[in-house]
C-alpha cells in the first residue's frame, strides 16, 4: 500500500493539479507483486526539487532519483522508481495541458504513434487519454482530472474508426516481411511479426470502444474481445514465439501472419 496522504502531500507540490492510481492495479488485474503507479498530473512548471525533497521522506531509500519533465522520453514524461515499505511505487508525470490535447484529438480522429524508450510498439497518443479513462483518482483538488476522466469514459467514435482504417498497416508490413524471408532474415520478420501482432490489437479494442494504453497484455486484453477471431491470442503467441529461421520456415509463419490479418481487417 501506498501512504494514505502521499497524494495529497504530492498535491502540495507546485505545479502538481492531481494524482491518480493507474496500471493493472488501477484495472484490479493486479499480481501481489506488481508495482504501483501514480500518475502526477502537472501544469506549468513542475517543482521538481519539491518532489525530490517529498521522495525523500517516505522512499526506502532516500537518495532516489527523480528526473525533469522530459526526462525518459517525449511521451513518457519523466517522473521515478521509488520503493515505498518495500513496495515498488512508481511517480509518472503528465502534463496535463497535452493530455487535454490529446483528448480534442482523439475527438476528432486523429492520434499519433512516437518513439519511446519501453514501448517497442510505439506509444500511441490515445493511451493518455486511456490512463485518464481507466485510473482511480486519488488526489484532484481542482476537480480538473475528474471531468476529464467522466468525458474520456464515452470512447470517441472518430478515434475507433481511425485505428480500425489504421489496421492497413498490417498487411503492408507482412509484404515487407515476405521479402526479408526471401533471404533468411528472421529479425526483420519478427520485428514486423510483432507490429502486425499490435496493429491488430489497437484495431480489436478500438472496434469494441475498450482503451489499450500498453502492449503489456494487450494480445490477452484482445483475445477476449468478442469480436476477436477463434483463439486469437493462442495464434498471435505462436506466430512471435515460432518466427523460424530458414525461409521456408518464416514464409510458413507468414501465411499463418496472413490468415489472422484477413479475419482481423479483412
Not at 151 to 180: N, T
Amino acid at each position: 500500500m501506498i501512504p494514505a496522504d502521499l497524494p495529497d502531500r504530492l498535491c502540495a507540490v507546485a505545479g502538481v493539479v492531481a494524482v491518480a492510481l493507474g496500471g493493472s492495479r488501477a484495472r484490479g488485474e493486479h499480481r501481489p507483486d506488481s508495482d504501483w503507479d501514480l500518475g502526477v498530473y502537472y501544469q506549468g512548471e513542475l517543482d521538481v526539487p519539491g518532489l525530490r525533497a517529498l521522495a525523500a521522506t517516505v522512499a526506502d531509500d532516500p537518495d532516489v532519483v527523480l528526473t525533469a519533465p522530459g526526462g525518459w522520453g517525449p511521451w513518457v514524461d519523466g517522473g521515478g522508481w521509488l520503493r515505498i515499505g518495500g513496495a515498488a511505487v512508481d511517480w509518472i508525470y503528465r502534463d496535463l495541458d497535452r493530455v487535454h490535447r490529446v483528448w480534442a484529438d482523439c475527438q476528432a480522429g486523429r492520434y499519433e504513434v512516437g518513439v519511446q524508450a519501453g514501448h517497442p510498439l510505439g506509444f500511441y497518443s490515445s493511451a493518455y487519454v486511456g490512463e485518464v479513462a481507466l485510473c482511480q483518482v486519488l488526489a484532484d483538488p481542482t476537480g480538473q482530472l475528474t471531468r476529464l476522466q467522466g468525458q474520456a469514459r464515452d470512447y470517441p467514435p472518430a478515434l475507433a474508426d481511425a485505428l480500425v482504417a489504421g489496421g492497413w498497416e498490417a498487411g503492408f508490413l507482412l509484404d515487407g516481411a515476405a521479402k526479408a524471408a526471401v533471404g533468411g532474415d528472421s529479425a526483420y520478420v519478427a520485428g514486423c511479426l510483432f507490429r502486425v501482432v499490435g496493429v491488430l490489437a489497437q484495431v480489436l479494442h478500438a472496434r469494441e470502444r475498450r482503451w489499450l494504453v500498453n502492449e503489456k497484455g494487450m494480445i490477452a486484453s484482445a483475445g477476449l474481445l468478442s469480436g476477436a477471431p477463434p483463439q486469437f491470442a493462442r495464434r498471435a503467441q505462436a506466430l512471435l514465439g515460432g518466427v523460424g529461421s530458414s525461409p521456408t520456415e518464416l514464409a510458413a509463419t507468414i501465411d499463418a501472419a496472413r490468415e489472422l490479418v484477413t479475419e482481423v481487417v479483412g
